[in-house]
């Protein structure tokens, strides 16, 4: 007889096999293949190559080779238990991408382009990884590329870009998400420093982190300054975020400072006020609308092979008109996000991307990877609420990209301000309509 389960009735006599680890999915359910083995790409439709440099397509297909063969098998398991998967950090680091679009440094100077590619290949495949790679890159990497000064950017981006210093960036506090400007976190000077008092939250990377980015309002000037803070320093804590439904191998923290020292050479030199931060922001919801992308590519090839695979009435789901129907929306959407996403690309690297733009693009793109993982959700039936099919996963993993760098409904104010001259961010008085 099987040991009965804690707190559970004592009369209770559970069946031999209670206990048994469930079957391997390839067993279970032997008619599809899950992604584990990653599909093929069968989600440039419209032939997106054509628009990529040479360098800009070696970049692609480095990317795709690696995650297919080195995180596709492990991703379901490591998002399943909530956990990173520390061992493939050196396996992303040779892909030679980190640091992106920083010129010099031991960084790969790539083109916004090949930076957004590689994003959306990473997650294609697994949200998560491209998420770590992200917020290390584009956020605390270009954060003290942009605004650091020059010994800061001698001493901490080589390490940085061979991910052997892994980084985060702290903006968001647990009162103040969508109006970050408004952040309470403090920093006062003291003699041969800073000392930061406060609590972040949802911070990326955090729990593990060597480096963390930390935004804080200058108590003498009030505006919002940038501060280095070292893992381990006196005073701060982190601890992780439990019970995510999305992005579950990303480890989000939430961090307090009491008391933190930060001496002067840590103090981001040339950033002063919230304006700076938008710097870095503007690159990286460029790369964040390229997330979506990714991952609505892995549905869709993961759906077209399961439909192939998968039989039903004596032929296989693919063969179905309301199956190709979904099947080529899912397609269509695709194309013309990759399509938006290269127009954002473009537009930074020619100097006319305004913050509308960035924001119009990442808010409907993630808004039509909503739609693509639904359908995808729906195609895949049963399995399709299970992580072992990416599906479900995928679905869930779009929450918080939906969600994070300006939500839906903020970016599309962003946009909204800009083509109106009308910023409706916070309430009006309250006022007669007569």
């Not at 104010?413 to 009006?428: I, W």
């Amino acid at each position: 007889m099987a040991p009965v389960p804690a707190n559970s009735d004592k009369n209770l006599t559970m069946p031999s096999y209670f206990n048994l680890p469930a079957l391997d999915v390839s067993v279970a359910f032997p008619q599809a293949t899950p992604a584990s083995t990653f599909p093929p790409c069968a989600s440039d439709y419209f032939q997106f190559d054509d628009l990529l440099t040479p360098e800009e397509q070696a970049i692609r297909k480095k990317v795709r080779e690696c995650m297919e063969k080195e995180i596709a098998p492990i991703m379901t398991q490591y998002w399943e238990k909530a956990e990173f998967p520390f061992h493939a950090i050196p396996k992303l680091a040779a892909l030679g991408i980190t640091g992106s679009t920083i010129k010099g440094y031991g960084c790969p100077g790539l083109s916004v382009t090949g930076s957004a590619v590689a994003a959306a290949e990473i997650a294609r495949v697994d949200a998560s990884c491209s998420t770590f790679i992200l917020v290390h890159s584009c956020l605390a990497m270009l954060t003290i590329a942009f605004c650091g000064s020059e010994a800061q950017k001698r001493k901490y981006l080589p390490s940085m870009a061979q991910l052997q210093t892994i980084g985060c960036w702290a903006l968001t506090e647990p009162d103040y998400g969508s109006d970050a400007s408004s952040l309470k976190t403090t920093a006062t000077k003291v003699e041969g420093g800073w000392i930061l008092e406060g609590q972040k939250r949802w911070i990326g990377n955090s729990t593990f982190a060597d480096l963390l980015i930390i935004f804080a309002r200058n108590t003498t000037t009030n505006q919002i300054n940038g501060y280095i803070v070292k893992k381990d320093a006196p005073g701060l804590t982190v601890t992780k975020i439990e019970n995510k439904i999305g992005l579950r191998i990303v480890q989000n923290g939430d961090i307090v400072l009491r008391k933190v020292f930060v001496p002067d050479e840590d103090r981001i030199a040339e950033l002063n006020s919230f304006q700076d931060t938008n710097k870095v922001l503007a690159v990286s919801r460029v790369m964040v609308a390229w997330q979506p992308i990714g991952i609505s590519m892995g549905i869709y090839d993961m759906c077209h092979r399961y439909l192939k695979e998968r039989k039903q009435f004596g032929a296989p789901l693919a063969a179905f008109q309301i199956n190709q129907q979904k099947l080529v929306q899912m397609l269509s959407n695709i194309q013309a996000m990759i399509l938006v996403g290269w127009r954002l690309c473009k537009l930074y690297e020619c100097g006319k991307l305004t913050p509308g733009h960035a924001s119009l693009g990442k808010s409907w793109i993630s808004l039509r990877a909503r739609e693509t993982a639904a359908l995808g959700r729906e195609l895949l039936g049963g399995n399709g609420i299970l992580a072992d099919f990416l599906v479900a996963k995928a679905f869930c993993d779009l929450e918080p990209i939906y969600t994070y760098e300006g939500t839906y409904d903020i970016n599309t104010l962003v946009t909204g301000r800009e083509v109106t001259g009308f910023a409706s961010f916070k309430p009006v008085a309250q006022r007669s309509r007569l």
